[in-house]
C-alpha cells in the first residue's frame, strides 16, 4: 500500500517571499516517481514539477523547486518570490506502478 | 492537443437518477484513470483501464457505480441510483505507457472535472 501525507493543511506567504510545503510519503516500490500538482479555484489539476525517484539531483522548474529526501521518504516543495497567481491548493502524489496517491492537499494563501 | 475533455462540466441531479459522465483522453495515451475528489476523502481513484481494458476498479464505492471503454478515445462513468453523498468532482485522467525510468511517460494529465450535484 502506499500513502502520502501533507501534514499542513493551510499555508500562507507574503508575496515576493519563499514558502515550502511539505510532504511525506511511503512506497514499498523500488521504482516510483513523485509529483506536486497545483489545483487553482478553476478545479484544473496542473502539474508543477515531478522527480525521479532514482535520481539524487533537486528538480526544479523556474521559481518551483524540491527537497527530495530519499531515506526520509520527504518531497516538500520550495516556491520562491511567491506571486498572487500561486494561491491554490498543492497536492503532493506518489505514482508507483501507475497507482497514483494523493496527499489531502495544502492550501497556500498569498498575500500581497 | 485539446487534453483530457470532460463531459459535462456541472450536472445536476435529483436523488435516485442515472448520471453519466464522459471522458475523451489524449489522443495516443493507453492508460485512462478517473477519480472522485470531496473535501472528506480528498482525491481518491476509483477505477483505471489500460488498453480499453479495466484493471483495477477496486476504488468503486459500490455496484451503483460503473465505468466502461468502449474504445480508445472514450470512457464513461455511470452512477445508477445516483444519491446526495455521490456529489463531488469526478476527474479523467490519461497517460502514457508506463516505462521504467521514464518520468515523463507516467505523468497523468487531466481533465477540467465534472462537478456532480446530487439532490
Known amino acids: 500500500a502506499q500513502t502520502v501525507t501533507q501534514s499542513q493543511p493551510e499555508m500562507s506567504v507574503q508575496e515576493a517571499e519563499t514558502v515550502t510545503l511539505s510532504c511525506t510519503y511511503d512506497t514499498s516500490e523500488s521504482d516510483y516517481y513523485l509529483f506536486w500538482y497545483k489545483q487553482p479555484p478553476s478545479r484544473q489539476m496542473i502539474l508543477v514539477i515531478r522527480?525521479?525517484?532514482?535520481?539524487?539531483q533537486n528538480a526544479t522548474e523556474n521559481r518551483f523547486s524540491v527537497n527530495f529526501q530519499k531515506a526520509a521518504k520527504s518531497f516538500s516543495l520550495k516556491i520562491s518570490d511567491s506571486q498572487l497567481g500561486d494561491a491554490a491548493m498543492y497536492f503532493c502524489a506518489l505514482n508507483a506502478g501507475n497507482m497514483l496517491t494523493f496527499g489531502g492537499g495544502t492550501r497556500l494563501m498569498v498575500k500581497p | 492537443d485539446a487534453g483530457v475533455i470532460q463531459s459535462p462540466r456541472h450536472e445536476v441531479t435529483e436523488m435516485g437518477q442515472e448520471v453519466t459522465l464522459r471522458c475523451k483522453p489524449i489522443?495516443?495515451?493507453?492508460?485512462l484513470f478517473w477519480y472522485r475528489q470531496t473535501m472528506m476523502r480528498g482525491l481518491e481513484l476509483l477505477i483505471y483501464?489500460?488498453?480499453?481494458?479495466?484493471?483495477?476498479d477496486s476504488g468503486m464505492p459500490e455496484d451503483r457505480f460503473s465505468a466502461k471503454m468502449p474504445n480508445a478515445s472514450f470512457s464513461t462513468l455511470k452512477i445508477q441510483p445516483s444519491e446526495p453523498r455521490d456529489s463531488a468532482v469526478y476527474f479523467c485522467?490519461?497517460?502514457?505507457?508506463?516505462?521504467?525510468?521514464?518520468?515523463?511517460?507516467?505523468?497523468?494529465?487531466f481533465g477540467p472535472g465534472t462537478r456532480l450535484t446530487v439532490l
Open positions: 483501464f489500460n488498453n480499453n481494458v479495466p484493471i483495477d
Open positions: 522527480q525521479e525517484a532514482y535520481k539524487q
Open positions: 485522467a490519461s497517460s502514457l505507457l508506463w516505462v521504467p525510468g521514464q518520468v515523463i511517460y507516467n505523468e497523468q494529465f
Open positions: 489522443s495516443g495515451h493507453d492508460y
